[in-house]
């Protein structure tokens, strides 16, 4: 229990320290939407409520803590897959290791490119 408190510490500070670099930017994907991330994601503005009017535009090709910040997603979908697995539950491990190929490395694919990077669609698409 206490390696698990740990851990979630770390990826809850880690993703908070990612959004205050950003100056607040978050992914707009969740694990319960079939959206799939752009390359510009739009994030809340300062007030962070109401209606979307003070939208802020990320783009993952320049603005490197949004780029990893959707890597991180993308690591703690395949994270609890692995744990989900582990314990057994293997159709929610498969659900947890497609949604990261399926929705939050497509919009990575530019900011790859732009990073001159190899990406890792075809490991991820394996292990899904």
């Known amino acids: 229990m206490r ?16 959004m205050v670099i950003s100056q607040g930017a978050v ?8 959206l799939a991330p752009a390359t510009l994601l739009t994030a809340p503005g300062p007030m962070m ?10 783009d ?6 949004a780029f990893l910040a959707q890597l991180g997603l993308i690591r703690g979908h395949l994270w609890v897959g692995m744990k ?8 929610m491990a498969k659900t947890h290791m497609k949604h990261p190929g399926d929705e ?3 919009g990575l694919v530019s900011a790859f490119e ?3 990077l ?6 991820l698409s394996d292990l899904a």
């Open 84 to 91: 989900l697995y582990e314990q057994g539950h293997l159709e």
């Open 104 to 106: 939050l490395y497509a």
């Open 114 to 116: 732009a990073r001159d």
């Open 3 to 18: 390696e698990k408190r740990k851990s979630w510490i770390a990826v809850s500070s880690a993703i908070g320290a990612s």
């Open 60 to 65: 993952l090709t320049t603005n490197d803590s």
């Open 49 to 58: 409520e109401g209606e979307g009017e003070g939208a802020v535009s990320v």
């Open 27 to 34: 992914a707009t994907t969740s694990p319960h939407t079939s």
């Open 118 to 123: 190899p990406g890792f669609a075809k490991p």
